[in-house]
Each structure stands twice: as C-alpha cells, then as structure tokens.
C-alpha cells in the first residue's frame, strides 16, 4: 500500500498521519521514520526501544511499515499494548482512524494532483463504536487487525493474526469486541476535585488544606456480579507551608470485595501561603489564653 510520494515532493507531517492511518501507506510510514530520525534504520532502533519501555517482550521491528522482513516479528498482545498506548495518550489519531474517505494533494514538478484515501479498516463501517485502529497484510503474516471500539464509556482492544483472509478478520475482531460490550462494564470512581479530607497545614495562612482527588479512576468489572466497593483515605499527617495546589497529599485506595482494585492520588485543593509575622503572634496569643 502506498500513496507514491514522490522524489523531492513535500508533505505535511498531518497528512503523512493521515495517509498511514487511513490508507496504510507503506512509503509515508518511511518518509516519516527518515524525517524524524535521520534514516528509517536509526527509526527503527527507536521503535525497539519503545517497545521494550512498553513490555512488548515479542516484538522485534526491522523496518517502519511491516513488510515481511527475516527477524520482522510481534505478537497479538504486543499489538495490544502498542494499541493501548496510542488510543490512551494520543486520542487525536481517531481523527484519522474513523474517516472512511480523504485525500491528499501531491505537489511536483507536474503541478497539483489530488490523491484519494480509503480507509482499509471497515470496522469503521460495520461495527457500532468503532475508532480504529489498524489493518495489515503480508504474504507471511496473512490477514491482521487491531480493532478498536468504544460504548458507554468503555473502551475496547480485539487483535487477530494470521486470518486466512480480509473477512475472517473483520469477523473474528467484532465477535471478542462483541464478547467484551456483552460481559464487562466500566465503573468510575470519584470525579476529580471531589473532596476527600483536609490535610493539617503547619505554618500556614489557613490550618488546614482540602485534599481532593486528582483523576477519576475507571475500574472494569464483570456484568451481572454484585459486589462491595470500599474507599480508603491516606492522607499525610500534616504538610509545612507553602503548599501549592495540586502537590500530593495523600492517595484513594479503592477496594471491591476487599481487594485492591486501583489507586489515584489526593492533592490540595488551593495555594496555601506560609503565615506571615502577624498571623503568627495572633496564634501564639489565642493559645495562651
């Protein structure tokens, strides 16, 4: 798959992105690699760099597009977590992965000539929620997919390998995202901002700070399951001023059945000032009377 850059022609970096994403464009993936690292080689090393930062312990890359090459291997739940950090920290690539049909404009010597984009993932046509992620193909590695989904708040990962062909794909990918929408749930903890406490300010214009919670944790659980959800407060026993609004001050636990499910920290609510001269002497007198 290619869009056919040419020789000498400039591109934007978004609508490389965008060729990449929607049309698997094998010479845009390249021309990216040697922009950004000087060559597809020194890309690459970055690329295993990467994947071993993010526990891709079966994955070793050769080149930046995933043509068959000796040693150019991964597996279905390292395409996973390389899908997971992607859809989690850089959720403007759904721009790209959720259009069906664009188009780029190469620019060379002839003039302008518009290049159309489809996108080989027809997730995006056939299945309620789709967001992406990624199709590919090769004589070695058959027909793959990273398939991606979100409803209600939940989202959802499916990888398949190796499928005899491009339908098989598809169908396997929608029955484990089907299976997943039809099994488990998400359910949110405090909003961020709740209050949880207040923390003891030594030395400060105020005696105390409000610890509030500084992101909403998602907890995934199985459908249809009762169960007893606990929080418990950490909070530090006392903070010397100043304390500036979002330092920690403690951590939620949260608990189901009696188990640790996950954690997120607790920060103060506001600046708080250290006390001044006469703030001082005031407390000194109220605490001898």
Known sequence: SQVFLEEGETQTAADMTK???????????????EFLAGSEEAFVQKMNERAKELGMEDTNFVNACGLD?????????????MSRELMENFPEIKEYT?????????????????FGLTNTNKLIQWYDGATGLK??????ALYCLSGTAERDGMGLIAVVMAAPDYKVR???????????????????????GYVMGEVLVEKGM??????????????????????????RTELLPAVSAPVEAGTKVGELVYLRDGEEVG??????????????MDTMLRRMLAGWC
Do not use: C
């Open 19 to 33: 060729s990449i994403a929607i049309a698997s464009a094998n010479d845009a993936a390249v021309a990216m690699a």
């Open 69 to 81: 090459t000796e040693g150019h291997v991964s597996s279905a739940y390292d395409i996973a977590l």
């Open 98 to 114: 959720t259009t069906w049909q664009d188009s780029i404009v190469h620019k060379t010597r002839r003039g302008e000539e518009t």
């Open 135 to 140: 199709t590919g193909s090769t004589g070695n």
């Open 170 to 192: 598809f169908r396997e990918v929608m029955q484990l995202l089907d299976y997943g929408f039809a099994n488990y749930a998400i359910e949110k903890g405090r909003e961020k």
């Open 206 to 231: 105020t005696d105390t700070v409000e610890a509030v919670v500084a992101e909403e944790i998602s907890v995934l659980v199985p459908k249809g399951k009762e169960a007893q959800w606990e929080t």
């Open 263 to 276: 954690r997120v920290e607790l920060t103060a609510g506001e600046d708080v000032a250290k006390a001044n």
